[in-house]
């Protein structure tokens, strides 16, 4: 860590204002991916194999990991017959088959709203839809996504991307979106798509993530009176880049920072104003030791500003439910 006593200027002593972005952190989803790990270990005893990270974010990994989750990157380094966790952002069919070839115990813990993305990739496709999804090329959303109708799909990511597909794509065309992207910037790729092809199909709602957009838009809140937007979460965290990618099309600083100790005191030289938000996959904790952090270059002042209550909530996989049942079943008896 640098030694602030070195920064004459960031660390002044200058009161600074710290704007909170409501919501932040954790959402639905990533909740119950979290909980899937810690109950599974609980239920069925370490190691746990996670297929990929649970979800983007280094210190959850590491705190899962500490517990007896193993983390890999394909099956092929999973023993056969042991229990592994699909991480958040879904895998292909492909995926699905080997873990049931290899005859592991899978535990789900795809979100919902990666769920339904799915699920209308494989409807549009069987309709014989040609479709485009808008995404991130290797994000593993997007890898799981195409998976699910591989001659089906296409993807793109920018206007540009779109402007070179061939007009005559299919006789239906119809189009799908990650998760975890920027909103303003989808809507700029999907109004090019509805110019190429007029007749372009819709999904029946948005695919973008509520999370996603309320932290976009609680960001945007604060963004203007920001001298420096700080954003927690890591950097393969595809909501938490956005957010930085945001306030840099505001015309506001911003940095990415996993923790607290990341921060570089030259960053707050003339600041009097700092924007502060997190990721979806960043864990609140992280927030309140930024917090504190910042209070070691000086006094700070923080406001909240929420601009949505977010009350959703996902079931978890049933067969962590039913063993739940039979021990709570057994503890009554």
């Not at 959402?27 to 109950?39: K, L, T």
């Not at 996959?281 to 406001?303: Q, Y």
């Amino acid at each position: 860590m640098a030694d602030v006593s070195s920064y004459e200027n960031a660390a002044d002593g200058v009161a600074r204002r710290v704007l909170l972005a409501g919501p932040r952190s954790f959402c639905a989803g990533v909740e119950r991916a979290i909980e899937i790990v810690e109950r599974t270990l609980e239920q069925r005893g370490a190691p746990v194999y996670v297929r990929k990270q649970i979800v983007h974010n280094v210190t959850v990994v590491d705190d899962l990991a500490g517990r007896g989750a193993v983390f890999v990157e394909e099956l092929d380094e999973v023993p056969d017959g042991a229990t592994v966790v699909f991480s958040a952002h879904g895998v292909s069919p492909a995926v699905r088959k080997e873990a049931d070839r290899r005859g592991l115990d899978v535990i789900d813990g795809t979100c919902p709203l990666v769920a339904k993305v799915h699920a209308e990739a494989r409807r549009f496709a069987a309709r014989g839809d040609t479709v485009v999804l808008v995404g991130h090329a290797g994000h593993e959303e997007v890898e799981g996504t195409l998976g699910e109708a591989p001659e089906s799909m296409v993807l793109v990511s920018t206007p540009d991307d779109v402007r070179e597909l061939p007009p005559d794509l299919g006789r239906q065309v119809s189009y799908l979106t990650q998760t975890t992207l920027a909103v303003d910037e989808t809507e700029e790729v999907v109004g090019t798509l509805r110019e190429r092809f007029p007749l372009l199909q819709e999904p029946p709602s948005d695919d973008i993530c509520y999370a996603t957009t309320n932290r976009q838009a609680a960001l945007k809140a604060i963004v203007g009176e920001s001298d420096l937007v700080l954003v927690v979460g890591s950097e393969n965290s595809s909501n938490s880049v956005r957010l930085v990618e945001l306030a840099q099309r505001e015309g506001t600083r911003a940095e990415l920072i996993d923790q607290a100790a990341d921060i570089r005191p030259e960053w707050l030289a003339g600041v009097r104003t700092v924007g502060l938000t997190a990721g979806a996959s960043a864990p609140p904790a992280l927030v309140t030791e930024v917090v504190s952090r910042l209070g070691a270059f000086g006094p700070v002042h923080v406001e909240e500003r929420e601009i949505a209550r977010e009350t959703v909530s996902f079931d978890l996989p049933s067969p962590l439910r039913a063993a739940a049942r039979r021990t709570a079943d057994g503890r009554s008896s």
